[in-house]
């Protein structure tokens, strides 16, 4: 990529307030990563346990019912951006030692260089930042191509996920 011509990758993704959005988020954002050349990254997994974690938060405390989410995933060529928007109210926050649970946004702080959290009318985006130049500098690690791989040589694209029953809806 060359950053004076050439506009970040991004991908998009709705995903209905299901249990199984998550996993789909999962595969849609490792697809993305072989996609973009970064599929031996040694980050990869890092990010796809901050994508459980994102999106999972949004579902269970973000989305209201009867709405989705969206899912974007950015790439400039240094840094990996996952960002999580709902129409919810709540603000999210890492736990405290007293909670039972909410460790989720603990992970996520341990593991991005940078997250946070933005407005947006209605509701909020939460978003978590991997730099991959750092990654490049270790001895050992492989560097990948930015652009996409041959044809023929793709993993198989996320399916949608399905639509709820109607008892769910």
Not at 29 to 45: C, F, K, N, Q, S
Not at 51 to 68: D, K, Q
Not at 103 to 132: H, I, Y
């Amino acid at each position: 990529m060359i950053p004076r011509t050439e506009l970040p990758y991004q991908r998009d993704q709705f995903y209905a307030r299901d249990r199984r959005s998550a996993p789909a988020a999962r595969h849609f954002t490792r697809w993305t990563l072989h996609y973009w050349g970064l599929a031996e990254w040694t980050r990869a997994d890092d990010l796809l346990l901050c994508v459980s974690e994102l999106v999972t938060n949004a579902l269970l405390h973000g989305v209201p019912p009867g709405r989705r989410l969206l899912f974007r995933l950015k790439y400039d060529g240094e840094v990996v951006r996952i960002e999580v928007h709902d129409s919810g109210t709540g603000v999210p926050r890492v736990a405290d030692d007293a909670d039972e649970g909410g460790r989720g946004l603990l992970l996520v702080s341990a593991l991005a260089d940078k997250w946070g959290v933005g407005r947006r009318d209605p509701g909020k985006v939460v978003w978590a930042e991997f730099v991959r130049s750092e990654d490049v500098s270790r001895p050992g690690s492989r560097s990948t191509a930015v652009c996409p791989p041959s044809a023929g040589n793709t993993p198989e694209p996320p399916r949608r996920a399905a639509s709820p029953p109607s008892a769910y809806r």
